[in-house]
């Protein structure tokens, strides 16, 4: 007993306090503080290359003016996973193609690369790279499930607290967009098909201004050919 | 009236004998607990610094036994829980690709260790003290980009060399605890060393 008892209050009284303030105080450290804050937050710019080949043995480049959906070809692999699926598809506005393949040239000409007219291309006109690229849209909807819909005390014979109206769930959806650039290899085609060499991805969260989305996808751009400079560069 | 000053008398001489008697000690302390992985020396781990940022948010909870009243030794054992977060633009490369983004990078670690203190100075002073712990550490390392999340969380030995001050607050029961610990967890489940400074700061009673 005197081992456990002295002066003041018992062991476990001790205890229990330590432990009651430190879950107290552990209340206030939550384990992921900090959040995503703004639509330009969700947008994840990935690039992958080929560690084997010679990118400075490349120096021309074309790009057809037009970016394709790849659900509605079947012949397209950005090498990445893709959700097809009907029921979250949606339909992609192909209003800023224009701009966004512009924006691809103006960072390949800035690395140094001469652009052959994608009109011209042919068996005989081949360019070092070609440059495709793509576009998924889907609509995600997540689902929240409360399990008890509120009304604290309702019924009149339960604790405070343990009333319990009706099940609750909330329902969050948004769109969610992904832009590839790939850049292919003719050369190295074998059985019909083409290789990849390097892919940028930009993937986000859109928003509800075409505007926005715009400026997201072209500075998305940006930072992909940013990130692969010291390879891609045209020596 | 008698009686009850007899059994007040009795209780009294009790706890006073239970306590002198046995002339041990078991103090209870929580403390706040700040953490560091960097900006400091020796806090890398094999991957880098997962989370550069300083920390303030940590709770801890002390017990120490001190089998001789006012003596220089203690055993105890301690848990706690360090946070540490980084909201960063930093891009990360691995094997063949990179990615950049907003990354939020969560860093959770809950030490639960045996310990032995030694205690400079003397009893109802001020007591700087030296101090060692070894157990285990949960590290769950979390990494959120996008609407994607991954993470990593596994059991790691560890040990942390601590060095601390007990400060009487103007009672016998009641003292000021403040430590700077040396956090170490040993390698485990394919993650490396986790290292990390500890700044603790509380109270400890008997």
């Not at chain 2, 550069?52 to 301690?78: K, T």
Request: aromatic share 14%.
């Amino acid at each position: 007993m005197g081992q456990w008892m002295t002066r003041g209050r018992p062991l476990a009284t001790r205890a229990g306090i330590a432990i009651v303030a430190t879950v107290a105080l552990g209340g206030l450290a939550a384990c992921y503080p900090g959040d995503i804050s703004s639509i330009q937050e969700t947008q994840v710019v990935i690039t992958a290359y080929d560690k084997e080949f010679d990118y400075s043995a490349q120096q021309t480049y074309a790009i057809p003016d037009t970016v394709v959906e790849v659900c509605d070809s079947e012949n397209l692999n950005p090498g990445l996973p893709i959700n097809c699926d009907d029921d979250s598809r949606v339909d992609y506005n192909h209003a800023n193609d224009a701009a966004f393949v512009a924006r691809v040239r103006q960072n390949m000409n800035a690395l140094g690369y001469t652009e052959v007219d994608w009109e011209t291309v042919n068996e005989n006109n081949l360019p070092d790279v070609a440059l495709i690229m793509m576009v998924t849209v889907n609509r995600w909807t997540a689902y929240t499930y409360w399990g008890c819909g509120g009304y604290w005390g309702w019924w009149g014979w339960y604790p405070p607290g343990w009333g319990c109206g009706y099940p609750g769930y909330s329902t969050t959806s948004w769109d969610q967009g992904t832009l590839y650039t790939d850049m292919l290899y003719p050369d190295g085609a074998s059985n019909e098909t083409i290789p990849s060499v390097w892919t940028g991805a930009i993937n986000g969260v859109l928003s509800n201004s075409s505007n926005t989305n715009r400026d997201l996808a072209l500075s998305g751009i940006d930072q992909a050919f940013a990130q692969s400079k010291d390879y891609l560069m045209v020596p | 009236m008698r009686m009850l000053k007899g059994a007040l008398a009795s209780v009294a001489l009790l706890v006073a004998f239970s306590g002198e008697a046995q002339a041990q000690d078991w103090w209870w302390g929580i403390t706040y607990n700040m953490s560091a992985t960097s900006s400091l020396p020796g806090t890398s781990d094999s991957d880098g610094n997962f989370v550069d940022d300083f920390s303030f948010r940590g709770v801890g909870i002390e017990a120490r036994y001190v089998p001789d009243r006012g003596g220089n030794l203690s055993y105890g054992f301690s848990g706690s829980w360090n946070v540490l977060n980084e909201k960063t633009d930093e891009v990360v490369h691995l094997p063949g690709a990179d990615l950049s983004g907003t990354q939020l990078r969560y860093f959770n670690s809950i030490p639960l260790l045996v310990n032995a203190h030694y205690y400079f100075g003397s009893r109802g002073g001020i007591r700087p003290y030296a101090g060692l712990n070894v157990g285990t550490y949960w590290i769950e390392r979390r990494a959120d980009v996008s609407i994607v999340s991954v993470k990593d969380d596994n059991w790691h030995l560890g040990w942390a060399p601590e060095l601390g001050i007990i400060v009487p607050l103007g009672r016998p029961e009641v003292a000021l605890i403040a430590n700077a610990r040396y956090n170490w967890a040993f390698s485990a489940g394919g993650s490396g060393d986790q290292k990390y400074w500890g700044f603790n700061i509380g109270f400890m009673y008997r």
